[in-house]
């Protein structure tokens, strides 16, 4: 037995092919025939057509702008727009006396700490008085930024740490870093020997 007779058991039966309907063939067929034939007119009429519309599009868009604007004057409410105002204006003002709040209670903490100020000088000048000397301004700078970093006034900054240097103190940039071997040695500076 054949591979072919395997395949199709009955001979006579012809397979279905996809065939393309007339109409879009056709279509197809003409459209190929007019870019063949007048594909070059075609791409010059585009590109004049895109330069028209390039210099006519801002005079289409501001007419249609001013058309926009027309509608929105013939339909204008004064209610609706009192009405929008007004809501604004009680925005801003319930806006303003949360901002007022918080400039009252700003100012009330200034003024605080400044009465705290006042009072440390003058303890410091009575203690002055009564022969126990100044207290140390250093300590009571680090105990102030103790308090404020406790109290949540200075965030995240920390005590002055010392500061590294930029580069190693051995760096010259005409030999580069001490720790490497093959780095370049200015040549020794010897005298001629004679005299």
């Known amino acids: 037995m054949d591979f072919a007779e395997e395949e199709n058991p009955q001979p006579n039966q012809r397979l279905p092919q ?9 279509t197809l067929h003409f459209a190929i025939t007019c870019l063949e034939k007048y594909g070059w007119f075609l791409v010059l009429g585009i590109v004049i057509s895109a330069v028209i ?9 501001r007419m ?12 204008f ?13 009680m925005s801003r003002l319930r806006w303003q006396e949360i901002q007022d ?17 006042r009072k440390e000088v003058i303890e410091d000048w009575e ?6 000397g100044y207290k140390s301004k250093k300590l009571a700078n680090a105990s102030t930024n103790e308090t404020a970093l406790a109290q949540g006034l200075l965030k995240g900054k920390k005590k002055p740490d010392e ?6 103190t051995d760096f010259n940039p005409l030999t580069g870093s001490s720790g490497r071997s093959c780095s370049w040695r200015p ?3 010897g005298g001629g020997g004679g005299g």
């Open 77 to 89: 409410d004064p209610e609706k727009e009192a009405a929008l105002q007004s809501k604004i204006e």
């Open 187 to 189: 040549t020794r500076r």
């Open 64 to 75: 249609m702008k001013k058309r926009e604007q027309e509608k929105e004057i013939a339909n």
């Open 18 to 26: 996809n065939e393309t309907p007339a109409l879009v063939g056709n």
């Open 127 to 132: 203690r002055h008085k009564q022969g126990k």
């Open 163 to 168: 500061k590294k240097p930029l580069r190693p």
């Open 101 to 117: 709040a918080k400039a009252a209670k700003f100012a009330e903490e200034k003024k605080k700490a400044e009465e705290e100020k």
């Open 53 to 61: 519309w390039s210099k006519v599009r801002p005079h289409w868009q």
